[in-house]
């Protein structure tokens, strides 16, 4: 006789397990998402609500799956502390639902204004079951119930010509009509079998599927911009002049190194041949492409002022002229320096842009005559500044992603550096010279935060 009673519990246990054991896989299958989902959002390191209701969702879910079909729970061991807990998780499962189907716009107006209403009563109802016991259970199945015809009617209203809309919401309506079955089956008292997990399955498989597009679609999308910046980038460097044309009095090295694919700096060699050098540095404010667009108003407005090559003032104020009112809030800072040795001297003037540096007999000079930048205020002015030009002379043009490059402390490289620099580097070519300074910025920076741009012109007789 207790053989068998022993054999019949032993058998009880196995029909138990074998009855449970799919829905506990169900719930660690939905609980590893949630989790896997838990982990992708901290990684990503920026908020994502609709991200953030999905893991709450299938965190409460997977969960509730996994403690409502517990083995112990099952033999009739039903510790009322554990009781409590899967109740008011019963009432907690469809605020997070609410939140991401209305994130996705699925809702409506009246979904979104039910849904403030719903979910300080679901929220009050868990804490009183906490707090009291189960007996709330009957009301919880009434409440699922009732959410989820609201539900059914949100969606039903909602009508949308998107295939990815409409895949969710057939996904979505077969959840809800699985668990309306289980809510109303445990209102009347005959609880047949469970097949909410199932639709829930489903519904996570039509998310899946829309992820699936809408990430290959991004993909294309990305590729498709990034073949475009290579295109602008290309496009970009064609307008900058590839080298100073062959001069017996001037040598020039540039070196350009923007931040992103396209930038903001721009340089020109708007004179050059053996007698006369005039060369044009400017930074637009911001990165990326639209100062680019705004780089390439600048080289137009450059190439009108072909009359102004040797008179700096007129030319920056010509510039200005020109990209007044179309640089959509957005500035541009200039140098221009023209060189003659027929007369054995040099004119400088610049717009709001940090100051050259002149390199004579082993000292560092700094060369500043600054006006209001470009394309902010069209009563700007400007002047220049003349000085003798001597052979052996060394002139450094750059734009302030040189001086404002920061290291690990967040120390900038700054202009006393770079005067030494230029000192340090006197014995140098000044193709040399320019690759030194590039070489130092990049070691000095951690990052590279803006677009760096070197010219270095030596007047050689």
């Known amino acids: 006789m207790v053989l068998a009673d022993s054999q019949f519990a032993r058998n009880d246990v196995l029909r138990l397990f074998n009855h449970a054991q799919v829905y506990l896989l169900l719930g660690a299958a939905i609980t590893a998402l949630g989790l896997f989902s838990a982990a992708f959002l901290l990684l990503r390191r920026r908020f994502d609500s609709l991200l953030f209701w999905f893991t709450l969702f299938a965190l409460l879910y997977g969960g509730h799956l996994i403690m409502q079909y517990q083995l112990l729970w099952w033999l009739g061991e039903r510790p009322e502390a554990f009781r409590r807990i899967v109740v008011a998780i019963e009432f907690l499962i469809p605020l997070p639902a609410f939140f991401f189907f209305d994130t996705l716009g699925l809702l409506g107006r009246a979904g979104r204004l039910i849904s403030t209403i ?98 290959l679609a991004h993909e294309q999308q990305l590729s498709n911009i990034q073949k475009e910046l290579e295109i602008a980038r290309r496009i970009q460097l064609s307008i900058l002049p590839n080298e100073f044309p062959a001069s017996a009095s001037f040598r020039v090295a540039a070196r350009y190194l923007p931040m992103t694919s396209v930038a903001g700096d721009f340089y020109d060699f708007l004179l050059a041949d053996d007698q006369h050098a005039g060369i044009l540095v400017a930074d637009v404010s911001g990165h990326g492409v639209p100062a680019a667009l705004i780089a390439s108003m600048v080289k137009l407005a450059a190439a009108a002022q072909s009359a102004n090559v040797m008179r700096p003032s007129e030319l920056l104020h010509g510039m200005n002229t020109a990209l007044c009112g179309n640089t959509q809030s957005q500035f541009v800072t200039a140098a221009y320096v023209y060189l003659s040795a027929a007369t054995s001297e040099f004119r400088y003037a610049a717009a709001a842009h940090p100051a050259m540096l002149l390199l004579r007999n082993g000292e560092v000079i700094s060369i500043a005559e600054n006006g209001l930048m470009l394309g902010a205020f069209s009563f700007a002015t400007y002047t220049t500044i003349s000085h003798p030009l001597q052979p052996g002379d060394r002139l450094l043009l750059y734009t302030d992603g040189i001086l404002e490059a920061a290291n690990a402390a967040d120390e900038e490289f700054g202009d006393y550096r770079l005067a030494a620099l230029l000192q340090q580097t006197a014995n140098l070519s000044h193709i040399e010279t320019a690759d030194r300074i590039i070489t130092t910025i990049q070691q000095w920076a951690v990052s590279q935060n803006d677009d760096l741009t070197v010219l270095v012109c030596d007047y050689t007789t």
């Open 118 to 215: 719903v979910w300080p009563i679901a929220l009050c109802l868990a804490l009183a079951t906490l707090i009291t016991g189960p007996q709330f259970r009957i009301l919880n199945h009434a409440f699922v119930a009732s959410v989820l015809i609201i539900f059914v009617i949100a969606l039903l209203r909602t009508e949308s010509d998107s295939p990815d809309e409409k895949l969710i919401r057939c996904g979505l309506l077969v959840f809800i009509a699985c668990a309306l079955y289980n809510s109303i089956t445990g209102i009347i008292g005959h609880y047949y079998y469970n097949i909410e997990p199932f639709g829930f399955i489903l519904l996570i498989a039509c998310l899946g599927i829309v992820a699936g597009r809408r990430t």
